[in-house]
């Protein structure tokens, strides 16, 4: 420590109490600027873990709400194409518009069924 003091003393020509203060005051502001970045470093690696846990639990609840319902005016089952896309932060799932129509909710469904029909009845 003291020749550490002494550098410090001969870098900047100030000794004695006045040199001491100084030294002390540059000791403090080291501590505090390693303070400061060890927060940082702690709350980056905090709002990462909870962005990749949110994200596994959106996931898990995608994976199960997602069911594969039959349509009501159509006797036929249509397949289900959905294709996972990994993406940085998540999942991102691409869907046919048949597995979009399928998890849609009964007023969009009734919506396609007249649309359907009506298109149907032309020659």
Do not use: H
């Amino acid at each position: 420590m003291s020749s550490i003091k002494s550098f410090f003393e001969e870098t900047f020509f100030i000794s004695g109490a006045e040199g001491t203060i100084l030294f002390a005051m540059c000791i403090v502001a080291v501590v505090l600027t390693l303070a400061a970045i060890a927060l940082v470093i702690t709350v980056i690696v905090t709002v990462r873990r909870r962005k990749r846990e949110y994200t596994a639990e959106v996931t898990e609840t995608l994976q199960e709400e997602t069911s594969v319902e039959v349509f009501a005016e159509t006797s036929e089952q249509a397949p289900v194409e959905m294709a996972a896309v990994f993406t940085e932060g998540g999942v991102r799932y691409n869907k046919s518009f048949t597995a979009k129509l399928i998890q849609s909710g009964d007023k969009v469904k009734s919506w396609y069924a007249a649309l359907k029909n009506e298109l149907l009845s032309y020659k």
